[in-house]
């Protein structure tokens, strides 16, 4: 089944950074074909294996296997809709200051 394959592979992203979760796995949004992937949902057995998990992700940044993978801690619609506008904002002070290398939070 398409379901079992999902959580095989979630499980080795988890097992690249040292952790073996139990854990539930689901795509979200529609099918689009010939489109990139849909997101991964994956729920965790608690708030400490997700602050767990959260803390480890970085890691995947050095794995040859999972340096694409991101992973974001669930958030509300309210949340996103503030992260929206902070990419945006972002994206127009790079755009009117491109010399400027840094970080804005």
């Known amino acids: 089944r ?8 979630v499980q080795e992203v988890f097992q690249d950074i040292g952790l073996k979760p139990t854990l539930q796995v689901s795509r ?4 689009n074909q010939g489109k990139s992937k849909r997101p991964v949902k ?3 057995s ?3 294996t997700v602050h767990q998990v ?3 992700v970085r890691k995947l940044r050095n794995s040859a ?4 993978v991101y992973v974001r801690p669930d958030r509300s619609e309210e949340e996103r809709s503030q992260d929206r506008l902070l ?4 994206l127009k002070k790079r755009g ?3 010399d400027k290398v840094g970080t804005f939070y």
């Open 54 to 56: 959260l803390s480890q």
């Open 65 to 68: 296997t999972f340096k694409s």
């Open 46 to 48: 608690s708030s400490s």
């Open 96 to 98: 009117s200051e491109p």
């Open 2 to 9: 398409k379901d079992e394959k999902l959580e095989e592979r």
């Open 28 to 31: 979200v949004g529609k099918i």
């Open 87 to 90: 990419v945006q904002e972002l």
């Open 42 to 44: 994956v729920s965790l």
